[in-house]
């Protein structure tokens, strides 16, 4: 790898003069970055961890022709510099690679989840940046309305009725949960369409606080959406109403749903998705729905 590093020509990171216009050829590290790319017609060239993208991101759908670039926070540098890239795209999770990166073909890095907790606003800038480096303007401004629009379906769907607070997580195992809070795309969209997010505790600036079942005690008059990968002891005791977990009067019967994958993490197409997902169990929200 060094030899390889060694042979390939220096050039500054995160330098748009760099990108040619209209840039086709695009390997990117995020996936929400590729699931925006996606969205906007443009098939990258290859991306980190694509298996993780297909079980948490699932849509839209990554065609089988990406290539494989490896670990997110050290990607395959022999595959990336085979593709040729015309451009790398990262994010600052992964400031600390650009410079070896940089190497290889211009590193843009673009942050939805920042200290300011707005990723909403962000994903929308990312999307306009991510037109003009492809040459899809409109194509950006087109996915930036397509998302509000469906925000705007669901809050027509939730309508003026009165409304239970919503918790929205992802189960880390049978006792431990990660649960969406002020600075998440979650609530971002919850936000937009008149609901109240049910976690009022503080998180991290990814929009999550790392919070034991207990926890969840004081969630009982809300509606609970937990989002596949769904651990399968998590599963099992839901089912089953088995244990501590199974008992939370948050986990009754018609209490709680369990949604497709959908990306806490990403950009326009998650919230859309989210949105969508949301507006199929809107009748969850309505107070007196829970048994």
């Known amino acids: 790898m060094a030899f390889l590093l060694a042979l390939l020509p220096v050039q500054p990171a995160a330098a748009d003069e760099s990108v040619p216009a209209h840039a086709e050829r695009v390997a990117t590290i995020d996936w929400g970055t590729a699931e925006t790319l996606l969205a906007l017609g443009i098939t990258p060239l290859g991306l980190a961890e694509s298996a993780g993208y297909r079980d948490w991101v699932g849509s839209p759908a990554l065609p089988s022709g990406v290539a494989e670039l490896g670990l997110r926070a050290t990607p395959s540098l022999e595959y990336l510099a085979a593709l040729k890239p015309d451009v790398i795209l990262s994010t600052p999770q992964f400031t600390a690679i650009e410079p070896v990166l940089g190497r290889i073909a211009p590193v843009i890095s673009l942050a939805t989840f920042t200290e ?111 989002i596949e990968p769904v651990p399968p002891a998590v599963r099992a005791k839901l089912a089953a109403r088995d244990g501590l977990l199974g008992q939370l009067p948050a986990f009754a019967p018609g209490n709680y749903e369990i949604l497709p994958s959908v990306w806490g993490f990403g950009g326009l197409p998650s919230a859309g998705r989210f949105a969508d997902l949301l507006r199929e169990h809107a009748r969850l929200f309505e107070r007196g729905h829970a048994s």
């Open 116 to 226: 300011d907790l707005e990723p909403y606003r962000h994903a929308e800038e990312n999307t306009r940046r991510l037109g003009a480096l492809t040459g899809r303007e409109q194509a950006a401004d087109d996915l930036i309305a397509a998302i509000d629009a469906r925000i705007a379906k669901l809050k027509g769907a939730v309508g003026m009725a009165a409304t239970r607070p919503v918790l929205v997580l992802y189960f880390q195992d049978d006792r431990h949960a990660w649960v969406f809070c002020r600075g998440s795309l979650f609530d971002d969209v919850l936000k937009r369409a008149g609901l109240k997010n049910a976690w009022t505790g503080a998180g991290n600036f990814w929009g999550f606080a790392n919070a034991g079942v207990d926890q969840l005690f004081a969630a009982r008059d809300a509606a609970v959406l937990v």
